[in-house]
């Protein structure tokens, strides 16, 4: 292995033998103390089952809120070994990026992070203590010989909400940027501008290694603001899957998609949060897209329920290939909502 | 010279879009003459479109519309203009630079555009604050030019704007948090700064579009023209806390400033609508109309 930056995961990523990889991406399963284990599990488990994927990652809000909760380490511990023992039985690497109810409940996720991380199969890395967040890292993936680095899998966290943010740079609260009435546009947080500059270094310096630019995607769970923006051009941006709630992005714009525009090496940048939105589209040559939710708390909605496949192939990685994937197309009715 | 040596307060001379042709430069001369009249500032600064047409001689141009100055300080951003005026925007800067009187700044080196600067404002012995200007380019088509990536022959324009704007790019982002870090390390405090350039970020669109909670001050006579794909200055300089006010051109009649994330932004008219007269002492600013 040739490449030392970025340095390996955990486990090694590589492409399989016949020069293919497929990440799962599901998101927003709002678990915690008296979660639907039985049910979540069971869905977790067919989709892998169906999919058989070298790589999933939990799109945030992977805890809470509402009744469900995690109040502390054992108690996400406890939900962590129901909800992952589907990838570390089958022996599948995952990885995690935070939504904006993952700590709502008092664990932060500086500790939530320990706890994730102590899984065998995590690949997730907590990423530089210096930058916002928690959970800003990349993932190499090399070829089927670990040769040749082929494609990177940046993770981001995205924060919660304004008040966050304005406490986080020390600003006057009511120095918000605008009103959460703009549009769509929500109270939301972002991406914030020290992560971006970690991409756009942490890019900048694998190309100066590699020689080349090395294909990325990206995963963030807010949306952006761009998405918001392509979202309003249907056909020009080529939407397809289901929209059936606005885009609830944020109101900043820290410039991360322009960073990626920039360096020209993501290619992918997908979203949870949206519960009732399953779409991608392409704007300015990226993918956009979004895999709805996984909850049998926060999603009642038994046609939507399920994940994102992305699909890759070692020939031409950028070139990436993503469906949805419904549980209901896979477990018929069983897999559908209790009441 | 890359800095500016000031008493008190600094009174600065903000104004674009002077697009002087052979016809119109002594009108538009006697126009900034008046205003500096008016103003009395200790420095002027074209921010962009000063020549946006083909022009035989650039420098005549730019001696005969600058011969009210008599020696006061100024300087300049280019505009969308300057690239699409027929003469080598290199060459061009190398004429604006040569005029007399002329602050160039601090160039930065390595980044997308030309006229990106840091021109130190020092009062009593030490830098009181940091103008900073950026060079905000030209249209988007240049994107798929300047953009090429794996697997990705054809880059669409942007879509959410007639106008297709480029600005403030995210390396030149960077450029300002690695360097305001730097200076303020070594001057050992954080330096305030200003920053002026020519075509406005899209967070200055949404200042009119909330008046009451932007503070609106002005007129809002003609859909924005901002940047596109937002290169995150504004959401930069917010987080960076010492990013006293950004101050745009490029509109021609809108005529604005509010507050947002705690920062002044502003549209200021083009000239042949009026000017803005910035006074600072880099941290409070205070902004004065002036009308033709």
Redesign the interface.
């Known amino acids: 292995m040739a490449q030392t930056f970025p340095p390996p995961a955990k486990i090694p990523l590589r492409f399989t033998s016949d020069g293919t990889f497929r990440i799962l991406m599901v998101s927003d399963i709002h678990s915690g103390v008296g979660y639907n284990r039985e049910k979540t599990v069971a869905a977790l488990d067919a989709l892998l089952k169906a999919e058989h994927p070298d790589l999933v990652i939990l799109g945030g809000d992977t805890a809470g809120p509402g009744v469900i909760h995690i109040e502390n380490g054992a108690e996400l511990r406890d939900m962590l070994d129901g909800l992952t023992a589907p990838m570390e039985e089958a022996g599948i690497p995952w990885c995690h990026v935070y939504g904006n109810h993952d700590d709502n409940y008092g664990l932060p996720n500086e500790e939530a992070e320990k706890i994730y991380e102590s899984y065998p199969h995590c690949v997730s890395e907590a990423g530089p203590e210096e930058i916002s967040g928690v959970g800003n890292y990349v993932l190499p993936v090399y070829s089927a010989d670990g040769e040749t680095l082929l494609l990177n899998i940046f993770a981001l966290d995205s924060h919660a909400g304004m008040r966050e943010w304005t406490e986080r740079w020390g600003l006057d609260p009511s120095l918000r940027p605008l009103p959460p009435d703009v549009g769509s546009r929500g109270d939301y947080d972002t991406v914030n501008v020290d992560q971006v500059l970690w991409y756009y270094e942490t890019s900048r310096r694998i190309e100066r290694e590699a020689g080349r630019k090395i294909p990325a995607v990206l995963f963030t769970h807010i949306p952006l603001p761009e998405m918001h923006e392509a979202a309003k051009h249907r056909d020009e941006v080529g939407i397809r899957g289901i929209q059936w709630e606005d885009v609830a992005c944020t109101s900043l714009n820290s410039g991360l998609f322009r960073a990626c525009l920039e360096r020209g090496d993501v290619c992918g940048i997908f979203f949870g949060h949206d519960h009732l939105n399953d779409f991608d589209l392409t704007y300015m040559g990226i993918r956009m897209a979004y895999d709805a939710s996984l909850s049998y708390h926060a999603c009642q909605i038994n046609e939507l329920r399920g994940g994102r496949v992305i699909d890759f192939r070692a020939s031409d990685p950028a070139a990436f290939t993503t469906r949805t994937v419904k549980i209901r197309d896979i477990m018929g009715h069983a897999g559908d909502s209790v009441g | 010279m890359t800095e500016l040596h000031f008493e008190g307060e600094c009174r600065i001379l903000l104004l674009h879009s002077a697009r002087l042709t052979p016809e119109t430069v002594e009108e538009t001369s006697a126009r900034l003459g008046a205003m500096i009249a008016s103003a009395s500032p200790d420095l002027v600064i074209l921010d962009g479109d000063t020549i946006s047409s083909p022009a035989a001689d650039p420098r005549a141009l730019l001696d005969a519309f600058l011969v009210p100055l008599s020696g006061l300080p100024w300087t300049y951003t280019f505009g969308d203009g300057e690239y699409k005026c027929g003469t080598d925007p290199r060459a061009l800067d190398r004429i604006f630079s040569s005029v007399p009187g002329c602050i160039v700044g601090e160039r930065a080196e390595g980044i997308d555009g030309i006229t990106n600067a840091v021109i130190p404002m020092i009062a009593e012995g030490t830098v009181q604050f940091l103008i900073r200007l950026f060079d905000t380019h030209r249209e988007t088509t240049g994107?798929e030019r300047?953009?090429?990536?794996?697997?990705?022959s054809?880059?669409?324009?942007?879509?959410?704007s007639h106008h297709y704007m480029d600005g403030v790019?995210?390396?030149q982002?960077?450029w300002f948090?690695e360097d305001h870090a730097r200076r303020s390390k070594e001057a050992g405090h954080a330096l305030r700064e200003l920053f002026v350039f020519h075509t406005p970020t899209?967070?200055h669109a949404?200042i009119p579009?909330?008046q009451a909670?932007c503070r609106f001050d002005g007129v809002f006579r003609e859909d924005s023209r901002c940047q596109t794909?937002?290169?995150?200055?504004?959401?930069?300089a917010?987080?960076s806390?010492d990013v006293s006010a950004i101050l745009c051109g490029h509109e021609e009649t809108n005529d604005y400033f509010g507050?947002?994330?705690?920062m002044t932004l502003g549209v200021l008219p083009a000239l042949a609508c009026g000017a803005w007269l910035v006074t600072t002492d880099g941290t409070a600013l205070s902004i004065r109309r002036i009308r033709n």
Request: aromatic share 14%; glycine share 14%; with cysteine.
């Open positions: 994107y300047d953009y090429g990536s794996p697997g990705r054809r880059l669409p324009y942007p879509l959410y790019r995210f390396c982002t960077a948090d899209p967070e949404e579009l909330n909670a794909v937002n290169g995150g200055i504004g959401c930069a917010a987080e806390r507050t947002w994330a705690g």
